[in-house]
C-alpha cells in the first residue's frame, strides 16, 4: 500500500583478518547492546546460523524505545566463511509493525551475496 514499514542499512566492514576466526554471538549481542544504551534496549532473541552461500550469520534482536516509541532493532552480521568479506544489516521498525514485517529481514539477507572484485 506503499507505507512505510521499516528500514534497513546496510554497511560493509573490513574483511576479518582471519575467515575463519568469527566474532562470537556473545560478543556481536554486547556490541550491539552499547550501541543502544540510550535507548534502554531489551535483549529480545539472537542466534547463529550458515546460509547455503556460505556465510555465517549472526542475529540479535532488541526492542527499545526512540523519541517516546517502540522500535525493534534487528541486527545481522554476515561473514563470508571463505573471504572474510563481511557486512552488516539494521532493520529497525516500531514495534507495531512486527506481525506485518514477517520475515523479510530474512529474506534479505539470505539472498545477500558478495560482489566478484575481480
Known amino acids: 500500500r506503499g ?3 521499516a ?8 574483511p576479518a583478518a582471519k575467515p575463519e576466526q568469527q566474532i562470537s554471538l556473545a ?3 554486547a ?5 543502544l544504551e540510550k535507548s ?4 529480545i532473541e539472537s542466534s547463529e546460523t550458515d ?12 526492542r527499545g524505545k526512540a523519541k ?3 522500535i525493534r532493532w534487528i541486527y545481522y552480521l554476515v561473514a563470508d566463511k571463505n573471504t572474510g568479506h563481511r557486512a552488516v544489516f539494521v532493520f529497525d521498525l516500531q514495534e507495531n509493525q512486527v506481525e506485518r514485517f514477517g520475515h ?3 529474506q534479505l539477507v539470505n539472498s545477500f551475496r558478495f560482489a566478484d572484485k575481480k
Open 7 to 14: 528500514q534497513c542499512k546496510v554497511s560493509l566492514l573490513p
Open 27 to 29: 560478543d556481536f549481542q
Open 40 to 43: 534502554s534496549g531489551q535483549l
Open 104 to 106: 523479510a529481514d530474512l
Open 51 to 62: 546460509t547455503q552461500a556460505g556465510h555465517h550469520v549472526l542475529r540479535v534482536a532488541i
Open 68 to 70: 517516546d516509541v517502540v
Open 31 to 35: 556490541d550491539v547492546q552499547r550501541g
Open 3 to 5: 507505507d512505510a514499514m
